[in-house]
């Protein structure tokens, strides 16, 4: 005799009939609510009597902004249109009048017409000038925009183009919304089919007792069901630091067994340390207005406690002070060097150390430090992201030791196989280097730059011995390491990827 749970009896004999059925049907015939069809399925199949057939469906349909994408055109659209009528070059006050877009999708609209290829930036003297590179034909994104209109639309529906203009869209913050819908049938086997006049005139068993069948006697009447030990039974998902999380923690622990110590600084961080101390010209192109967040208020902060820092950098800019440099020739800003940024790149803590009370030479340090970017975001760019960086200081080092650093960080952190160097070029180092590494299934991926820093820098900062440094991109040392494709994910609240991730 067959022995069943009372549920998966009223299951095999609702199919018996029509040997199968979806959900809906099944809960229109036994009252059942999903879960315990879903359990009785479960049980079922682990017993060769049913077969649980899924099809995923994705529909696609605009969200708020896609809807108002819809009405108004894409703010890139718009942008370039008013720049193309306006004769296709403009400076960025008069360009950012002309677009008539408010702050956020200006904003938007440099991002994303830059990287369509779009528009060109450039300088001329201390204008910083818009440049429409070709007027656009309408793009597949725009495409997809028009064709879902109100309606909601299968994702199978959709042309190769307009799936692309999907991915495009969908790094955009509600422009379209993604709802994915599981179809499940039940279909009974051919041994489920022999086991149905068994279920059918199986006496009933019991599976709870109560005090009103104990009182009763009924109880002796009755069969108890026995327990499947071997049943399956859901997952249980224990509580766990967050992979990416856990990642870094074991990033620091392994720095610090190498005998580095943590560098530490402020988010909001002033011009000098980010840039001029960098040996960062001030008109370079990284410092625009779309490469690092100002500050609004206050624009501007105090450097008196670093004024002999501050001159001695102000004329290595202007002629090279001690250095043997000439110097970027150009008069330095010191209204400038005082403005407050969000901190763009880890070397800033670099600079930082090095004038620290604390340094120790020689010596070893690391930050793990976020930094923030205007950038559009995609599956390999986010407008803030850590990086790792690091110093090393003392008499007689080389880039021969830097390289080394850098191929231990690739192969013992990230589990690269291969790595690649090749020759870069940063103001604040010379010879600088970029280093890109390889793993099966994830392919070359550039992590960042490092050399070793200038004399422009180390000099006005009172170092006079050797420093190598290097910043490296750690979210995608941990992309190459758990062969994630897409940098979002890194920060998810996705369950299902969240439980996926191992422990070790």
Known sequence: MVELHHLERRLLLTLKDGKEADLETIQRRTGLPEASISRASLWLSNKNY??????EEVFVQLDSEGRRFLEEGLPERRFI????????????????RLSRLSEEDFNVAIGWARKKGWLHIEKEGNTTLFIVRREPGEGVDERLIASLGEQTRSLRELSPPLLKGLTELSTRPNVVHQNREV????????EGLKVIDEVKNAPQELSQLTSELIKSGQWRGLKLRKYDIQAPVEHVWPGKKQAYKRFLDDLKWKLVALGFREMEGPLVEFAFFNCDALFMPQDHPAREIHDIYYVKQPASGDLSAHSTLVKNVKATHER???????GWGYKFSLEETRRLILRSQGTALSARMLVDKGLEIPGKYYSLSRCYRPDVVDRTHLTEFNQVEGIVIGEGLTFRDLLGVLEMFATEIAGAEKVRFRPDYFPFTEPSVELSAYKEGAGWLEFGGAG???????LPLGIKVP???????VDRLFMM?????????????DLEWLRRQRLT
């Open 81 to 96: 249109k008013r720049l193309v009528e306006a004769g296709g070059r403009s400076p960025i006050e008069e360009a950012k």
């Open 183 to 190: 179809e499940r049938r039940y279909i009974l086997s051919e």
């Open 50 to 55: 049913l077969e649980v057939l899924e099809r």
């Open 320 to 326: 090279g002070w001690k250095t043997g440099s000439r």
């Open 452 to 458: 070793m820093f200038r004399q422009e820098v180390t």
């Open 481 to 493: 390491k758990t062969g994630i494709s897409d940098i979002r994910e890194l920060f998810t609240q």
């Open 467 to 473: 420093v190598i440094a290097w910043g490296l991109g």
